[in-house]
Nanobody, 126 residues
């Protein structure tokens, strides 16, 4: 059972930056994909970015391409989300997730992920 702990959320003005971290309790053995999702009040949870742990292949949602960067440090069992040029519409609770699936046809859907962190709030003011 993988435990995920997010950190790094906070409040920032539009155009600012934040870096989220997600520490996993286990090594890469039981988590083939790692991803960041977000959920704003009254909206569905949506995928932001995902990384295939073994190869480093990355997927981004169109809304964040060019502004967000997902990365990993396997020695620390940690995944990061660097968020730049933040917009008010990026305001949401951000969740880290892990999938044990060997291959996903779609890497940014919540139902593909088996383990979730508790979330960290990101608030962007205009």
């Amino acid at each position: 059972h993988v435990q995920l702990v997010e950190s790094g959320g906070g409040s920032v003005q539009a155009g600012g930056s934040l870096r989220l971290s997600c520490a996993a309790s286990e090594s890469t053995y039981s988590r083939n994909y790692m991803a960041w999702f977000r959920q704003a009040p009254g909206k569905e949870r949506e995928g932001v970015a995902s990384i295939y742990v073994s190869s480093g292949t990355i997927y981004y949602a169109d809304a964040v391409k060019g502004r967000f960067t997902i990365s990993q440090d396997n020695a620390k069992n940690t995944v990061y989300l660097e968020m730049n040029s933040l917009k008010p519409e990026d305001t949401a609770m951000y969740y880290c997730a892990a999938s044990t699936a060997r291959r996903l046809s779609t890497a940014l859907v919540p139902y593909a992920y088996h383990y979730w962190g508790q979330g960290t709030q990101v608030t962007v003011s205009s």
